[in-house]
């Protein structure tokens, strides 16, 4: 009996060492990584809950990338206003100088096209291949080129204007009057008005106000959150660009040289209301958001809390403990040390005297 248990006692020390060499390996591999070889079999029936958090704090690095990518596109939003609002003050306070005085006109619509220029430049502002101030059809400039005919419409918007000029001649205060009402009507997109001489016909070139039932269509957001959206979303055609718009419009297309002093004061009058209550609303739309970048940054700093906290929790389940690790590693190294003095004194013994 004696030798069969000796000769037993050989393989299973060999298998000993076996064992504890490949304990070894893992262990140097995983003190080496800082990382578990294998997690599933460490963390046993919390699996489930490693995976979940994994899959939250992914997600969650997602919705950190698209409000990154939202800030970027808002940051540059705000910057167009800021734009607008500057070269808008600027004009109202020639306006003002130009009521009371007709010799000004020439002037002024040359200034009114240059600023129509900076206008349309700031709103047709874009981040990669999307257009800000377009809305949802994100695809092409929102604000047609002033002297450039629309395919849509095989109008231009100044040659619009004068068309509605040529259809309501101001040659008095009335009738001065109500070519400022069918301009109004155009930009209001009044289907009284044709279609070709409507704001959002000729002059504006992204997504509707409305649909075609009358309900407002909907607004370019960015999910934020798992249940949040922020439609941050602002268009050229909102209330404040458009009558900013119409109120330079208004100096820049029509033949003021040629309007009765009648007539001119209250086209004029009329420029200087559009732009002044444009610029009143399009703040107010500026304020708004605002208000949206701080909602963004807010929940920014409410996903690094809950990265930090998920971190932590994945972190205990996937990483090694040093100490730990260390310690086993130092046990395992003199176990191995003992089996391979066991070892060596086995294999010393011949199999002759195994079989005694």
């Known amino acids: 009996m004696n030798s069969v248990s000796t000769l037993g006692m050989a393989y299973r020390t060999r298998s000993m060492v076996s064992v504890a060499q490949a304990e070894i390996a893992k262990l140097s591999g995983e003190i080496g990584s800082g990382n578990k070889a294998d997690v599933a079999a460490s963390v046993g029936t919390r699996l489930g809950e490693n995976i979940t958090l994994r899959n939250l704090f992914d997600q969650i690095g997602e919705f950190k990338n698209n409000i990154t990518l939202v800030n970027i596109r808002m940051d540059t939003m705000a910057s167009s206003y800021d734009g607008i609002d500057e070269v808008a003050r600027d004009f109202v306070g020639k306006l003002a100088t130009m009521q009371g005085d007709s010799q000004f006109a020439s002037i002024m619509k040359n200034e009114a096209l ?13 981040v990669g291949d999307r257009f800000l101030f377009s809305g949802v059809d994100a695809s092409k400039p929102p604000i047609q080129d002033p002297d450039k005919v629309n395919p849509a419409t095989g109008r231009s918007p100044i040659g619009a204007m004068q068309q509605l000029a040529a259809n309501t001649p101001p040659t008095d205060a009335t009738s001065a009057q109500a070519l400022v009402d069918a301009i109004n009507a155009a930009f209001n997109n009044d289907p009284s008005i044709p279609a070709d001489l409507r704001f959002e016909g000729t002059f504006y070139n992204g997504t509707p106000a409305n649909d075609a039932a009358g309900n407002p269509n909907a607004r370019v957001g960015g999910r934020i959150d798992h249940d949040r959206v922020l439609n941050y979303g602002k268009q050229a055609n909102d209330e404040g660009f458009k009558n900013i718009l119409k109120g330079i419009y208004m100096i820049a297309s029509l033949d003021l040289d040629s309007m009765t002093p009648e007539a001119y004061a209250v086209v004029v009058g009329a420029a200087f209301d559009a732009v002044s209550s444009g610029s009143v609303k399009m703040r107010q ?57 066991l070892t060596t004194k086995m294999a010393s013994l011949s199999l002759a005297s195994m079989m005694i």
Not at 315 to 320: Q, R
């Open 285 to 341: 739309d500026q304020a708004e958001l605002g208000g949206f970048q701080k909602d963004a940054d807010q929940q920014i700093k409410a996903h690094d809390s809950a990265i930090k906290i998920m971190n932590e929790r994945i972190v205990g389940f996937e990483t090694v403990n040093m100490i730990e690790a260390n310690a086993k590693m130092s046990i395992l190294e003199t176990q191995l040390q003992a089996s391979l003095v």
């Open 114 to 126: 240059s600023v129509l220029s900076r206008v349309q430049q700031q709103l047709n502002v874009s």
